[in-house]
């Protein structure tokens, strides 16, 4: 992945610009640019919490300097082409396929955010490189700067979602096989037991459980045991 700024240009509202910063620090972006920006004082700082660094960080730029520095810019907008016929806007890409178009690049990517008002003029979006949207309902298109950030942060991080414990096959048998002297224990009827234990089998095959899963329904089922051999709620030793 090359890397990556993210552009705001002539940012109307202090808080957006802190908002902003949050969401690149979230995933992992930490290079902001201003392009004219409003005058950010402590609102942007309370905004921005625990991305102070990359507030303070920021670099304020013009943005011929942005277009010079950078081997390709990206400009995003909530409004498109009509047609293939209007190249203006066309043809567009989702935040996913421009993280899929950047897999392969090097250098230096600029991706714009217009004003929160009107968004980035013909002029600016017609010198950009790759045009990027995010699909939002009809009823209310438009998106603000600081979600906008967020969302096009988020899928250009492609980050994993981290892992934990899942049970493995031997797991998954031992408790199946538990199930099977529950079953006798309470006397369920023999002709479905069968039956019974291969719909536990698909239930545990598609839940993916984790290890502490099964070890609580192995819990639950020696509790329930425990009080089949002691009718008399004596306390357990």
Known sequence: ?????????????????????????????????????????????????HARDVLDGAVRMSLEEVFAESDLVVATTGELSRSVCTSMRMPYFTPAEIRTILDGAGGAVS????????????????RADLICTIPTSEIYP???LSHAVAVVCHELADLPRG??????????????????????RIEHPEYKRANTLLMMRRIFGRTALTTREVSTLHGLLRRAEWHFDHPDGEERQ
């Open 163 to 184: 892992t934990y414990s899942l049970a493995g096959k031997i797991e998954r048998e031992s408790l199946i096989r538990h199930f099977g002297l529950f079953l006798e």
């Open 1 to 49: 992945m090359p890397e990556i700024s993210i552009v705001l240009v002539e940012p109307l509202y202090e808080g957006n610009v802190g908002f902003a910063a949050r969401a690149m620090k979230n995933f992992g972006f930490t290079r902001l640019v201003l392009v004219n920006p409003c005058a950010l004082g402590d609102e942007a700082v309370a905004r921005a919490s």
């Open 111 to 126: 991706i714009l955010f217009g004003r929160e008002n009107w968004g980035l003029n013909n002029e600016e979006v017609s």
């Open 142 to 144: 438009i998106m603000n």
